[in-house]
C-alpha cells in the first residue's frame, strides 16, 4: 500500500490516498410468498486517488495488477482548481466489538426472519402483507495516504425493518418499523416483539383514524419526526456543495431559531441505532461535532477535504463513498436535533386543538427549503389530551420558517436508523431528536 502511494509521488503527484474495503454481509427478505436470501458473501477491493496539477485522478480495483498508480494519474483531469486540507501524521484502530457474539447460519436468520413475519400477521386480522428483512454487514476499511496517515476500522452494522399492510372495506393502511445497530445481531440488542407491537398499533390507527382538518396547526412532533426534519429539510442544505450557492449558506451567522434550538450533525453518537457511524470519514478526517444551528444561529457547513480549504473550515469528517467503487460525496452520519428543558407533557398540555406526530412515512425536499413529510402514525389533540387517531396524514413548509416557529423543545431524546440516498449512493446514517411544538401546514 505504502509503495503504491510512494510510486503515484514519483509520477507527479502532490497527494495521493488509498481506501480499502472489505464487506461480508448477508441479507435476507421474507413475504407471505417468498424466502430470498438478497445478499451473501463477501466484496473487497481498494480505490487509490490522487492529485496532481490541480485535478484528481482516480482508479478502483479489486485484484492489483500493479499499473494502478500510472491508471490513477493518467485519469487526471479538469480545470486545474483542487486545493484541498492537508493532515498530520496518524496511525490509529478503531474496532468494535458487539455486545454478544452471534454467528447464525443463513437458514437460522431465514427462520427469524420468518417467525417475525408470523407475528405481525397474527397481530391484527386485516393485515394482508408482511415483507421482512434482516441484515448484517461485517466492515473492516483502511486509510492509507501520503501523509503518513493510517487508519483501520472494524465494526458491524445490523438490522431487521418490517413493512405491513391491511385493509378494512375501502380503507388501506401501511405501517413500517427498522432497527439497526451497530453492537450486534439486532435480535440480540432489541426486543423485536415491541417492534412488532409498533407496526400493529400504526396499522390499527391508520384504519380507524380520521384525515387531519387541512391548514396551519399546532403539532407536536416526536423524536422520528424531529430527526427526519434534521436530516431531510436542514442537512441536505448544510452540506457545502449544496450550501455554498444555497439559502442556508446565505444565513451563516444569521439567528432563524430561539436559542434552545440546537441541531447538530455527528460521527459518533452514544446510542445504540446511531448507525451512521463514523469515527473517521473515507478521506481519514477524524469525526468532530457539526453544529448547523448553534443556539438558533446558522453556525457550520458541512465540508470535505476540498471544501474544507474552499471554506476555510475546519475539516468535519463528512467525505464518504458506498463503496470502493463510489467517488467521494459530502454526506451526512448521525444527524439530531438536541434535547431542550421541557417535558413531553408540558409539550402536550398547552396544545387546545393540534396534532401529535409520531413517525414519517416518505417525503421529500427541496433545495429551496420546502418539505413535505407523510406521516404513518399520528394523534388528534384536543385541550392538552390525545384524542383520536389519524390517517392519511402529511405536513410541509418552509425549513427556515418552521424553525423560526418552534416554541419548546423536550428533554425526552431517541434516535432511529436509515439510509440517505445522494448522487446515486446509498450510506447508512441516523436521525433523531427531542419532541418539539411547532407550527406547520398539514394536510
Given at each position: 500500500?505504502?509503495?503504491?502511494?510512494?510510486?503515484?509521488?514519483?509520477?507527479?503527484?502532490?497527494?495521493?490516498?488509498?481506501?480499502?474495503?472489505?464487506?461480508?454481509?448477508?441479507?435476507?427478505?421474507?413475504?407471505?410468498?417468498?424466502?430470498?436470501?438478497?445478499?451473501?458473501?463477501?466484496?473487497?477491493?481498494?480505490?487509490?486517488?490522487?492529485?496532481?496539477?490541480?485535478?484528481?485522478?482516480?482508479?478502483?480495483?479489486?485484484?492489483?495488477?500493479?499499473?494502478?498508480?500510472?491508471?490513477?494519474?493518467?485519469?487526471?483531469?479538469?480545470?486545474?482548481?483542487?486545493?484541498?486540507?492537508?493532515?498530520?501524521?496518524?496511525?490509529?484502530?478503531?474496532?468494535?466489538?458487539?455486545?454478544?457474539?452471534?454467528?447464525?447460519?443463513?437458514?437460522?436468520?431465514?427462520?427469524?426472519?420468518?417467525?417475525?413475519?408470523?407475528?405481525?400477521?397474527?397481530?391484527?386480522?386485516?393485515?394482508?402483507?408482511?415483507?421482512?428483512?434482516?441484515?448484517?454487514?461485517?466492515?473492516?476499511?483502511?486509510?492509507?495516504?501520503?501523509?503518513?496517515?493510517?487508519?483501520?476500522?472494524?465494526?458491524?452494522?445490523?438490522?431487521?425493518?418490517?413493512?405491513?399492510?391491511?385493509?378494512?372495506?375501502?380503507?388501506?393502511?401501511?405501517?413500517?418499523?427498522?432497527?439497526?445497530?451497530?453492537?450486534?445481531?439486532?435480535?440480540?440488542?432489541?426486543?423485536?416483539?415491541?417492534?412488532?407491537?409498533?407496526?400493529?398499533?400504526?396499522?390499527?390507527?391508520?384504519?380507524?383514524?380520521?384525515?387531519?382538518?387541512?391548514g396551519d396547526a399546532d403539532v407536536v412532533l416526536a423524536p422520528d419526526v424531529v430527526g427526519v426534519f434534521s436530516h431531510e429539510a436542514l442537512g441536505h442544505l448544510a452540506e457545502a456543495d449544496l450550501a455554498v450557492?444555497?439559502?442556508?449558506?446565505?444565513?451563516?451567522?444569521?439567528?432563524?431559531?430561539?436559542?434552545?434550538?440546537?441541531?447538530?450533525?455527528?460521527?459518533?453518537?452514544?446510542?445504540?441505532?446511531?448507525?451512521?457511524?463514523?469515527?473517521?470519514?473515507?478521506?481519514?478526517?477524524?469525526?468532530?461535532?457539526?453544529?448547523?444551528?448553534?443556539?438558533?444561529?446558522?453556525?457550520?457547513?458541512?465540508?470535505?477535504?476540498?471544501?474544507?480549504?474552499?471554506?476555510?473550515?475546519?475539516?468535519?469528517?463528512?467525505?464518504?463513498?458506498?463503496?470502493?467503487?463510489?467517488?467521494?460525496?459530502?454526506?451526512?452520519?448521525?444527524?439530531?436535533?438536541?434535547?431542550?428543558?421541557?417535558?413531553?407533557?408540558?409539550?402536550?398540555?398547552?396544545?387546545?386543538?393540534?396534532?401529535?406526530?409520531?413517525?414519517?412515512?416518505?417525503?421529500?425536499?427541496?433545495?429551496?427549503?420546502?418539505?413535505?413529510?407523510?406521516?404513518?402514525?399520528?394523534?388528534?389533540?384536543?385541550?392538552?389530551?390525545?384524542?383520536?387517531?389519524?390517517?392519511?396524514?402529511?405536513?410541509?413548509?418552509?425549513?427556515?420558517?418552521?424553525?423560526?416557529?418552534?416554541?419548546?423543545?423536550?428533554?425526552?431524546?431517541?434516535?432511529?436508523?436509515?439510509?440517505?440516498?445522494?448522487?446515486?449512493?446509498?450510506?447508512?446514517?441516523?436521525?433523531?431528536?427531542?419532541?418539539?411544538?411547532?407550527?406547520?401546514?398539514?394536510?
Amino acid at each position: 500500500m505504502l509503495e503504491l502511494l510512494k510510486r503515484a509521488e514519483g509520477l507527479g503527484a502532490i497527494f495521493a490516498d488509498l481506501r480499502t474495503y472489505d464487506v461480508d454481509e448477508t441479507s435476507v427478505y421474507v413475504t407471505e410468498t417468498t424466502k430470498q436470501v438478497t445478499s451473501l458473501g463477501r466484496e473487497a477491493g481498494s480505490s487509490l486517488r490522487v492529485l496532481v496539477n490541480g485535478n484528481w485522478g482516480y482508479y478502483s480495483f479489486s485484484k492489483s495488477t500493479g499499473d494502478e498508480a500510472e491508471r490513477a494519474v493518467n485519469s487526471a483531469y479538469g480545470d486545474e482548481r483542487i486545493n484541498i486540507v492537508f493532515l498530520p501524521p496518524k496511525r490509529d484502530r478503531v474496532k468494535v466489538l458487539p455486545k454478544k457474539e452471534v454467528n447464525k447460519s443463513v437458514e437460522e436468520i431465514m427462520r427469524d426472519a420468518e417467525k417475525i413475519k408470523e407475528a405481525v400477521m397474527r397481530s391484527h386480522p386485516s393485515v394482508k402483507s408482511v415483507n421482512v428483512r434482516i441484515f448484517i454487514s461485517k466492515i473492516n476499511k483502511g486509510y492509507f495516504s501520503t501523509e503518513e496517515r493510517e487508519i483501520e476500522m472494524s465494526y458491524s452494522i445490523s438490522g431487521v425493518s418490517i413493512r405491513a399492510t391491511a385493509r378494512e372495506g375501502e380503507v388501506t393502511a401501511s405501517a413500517s418499523a427498522s432497527l439497526s445497530t451497530h453492537l450486534g445481531y439486532p435480535l440480540e440488542v432489541f426486543d423485536v416483539n415491541q417492534t412488532v407491537e409498533v407496526v400493529r398499533k400504526r396499522l390499527e390507527n391508520q384504519l380507524k383514524g380520521r384525515p387531519p382538518r387541512g391548514g396551519d396547526a399546532d403539532v407536536v412532533l416526536a423524536p422520528d419526526v424531529v430527526g427526519v426534519f434534521s436530516h431531510e429539510a436542514l442537512g441536505h442544505l448544510a452540506e457545502a456543495d449544496l450550501a455554498v450557492n444555497g439559502i442556508l449558506g446565505e444565513l451563516r451567522g444569521k439567528k432563524i431559531a430561539e436559542d434552545f434550538v440546537t441541531v447538530v450533525d455527528s460521527g459518533v453518537l452514544d446510542h445504540p441505532m446511531a448507525h451512521g457511524f463514523t469515527p473517521y470519514d473515507d478521506e481519514g478526517v477524524e469525526s468532530r461535532e457539526v453544529k448547523i444551528v448553534d443556539r438558533g444561529l446558522v453556525s457550520e457547513m458541512l465540508v470535505d477535504r476540498f471544501y474544507s480549504a474552499y471554506l476555510g473550515e475546519r475539516p468535519t469528517g463528512n467525505g464518504r463513498a458506498e463503496d470502493f467503487r463510489s467517488p467521494l460525496l459530502i454526506r451526512m452520519r448521525n444527524t439530531y436535533m438536541k434535547p431542550g428543558s421541557w417535558s413531553k407533557e408540558e409539550l402536550l398540555k398547552d396544545v387546545k386543538s393540534g396534532y401529535l406526530l409520531v413517525s414519517p412515512l416518505g417525503g421529500q425536499t427541496s433545495p429551496d427549503g420546502t418539505f413535505q413529510f407523510g406521516i404513518q402514525e399520528g394523534y388528534v389533540i384536543e385541550n392538552g389530551e390525545i384524542q383520536g387517531t389519524l390517517r392519511n396524514t402529511a405536513i410541509s413548509g418552509y425549513t427556515i420558517e418552521t424553525l423560526g416557529k418552534i416554541t419548546a423543545v423536550s428533554k425526552d431524546f431517541d434516535v432511529w436508523p436509515g439510509h440517505c440516498g445522494k448522487g446515486g449512493q446509498s450510506v447508512p446514517v441516523s436521525t433523531g431528536g427531542p419532541y418539539i411544538r411547532v407550527k406547520v401546514k398539514v394536510g
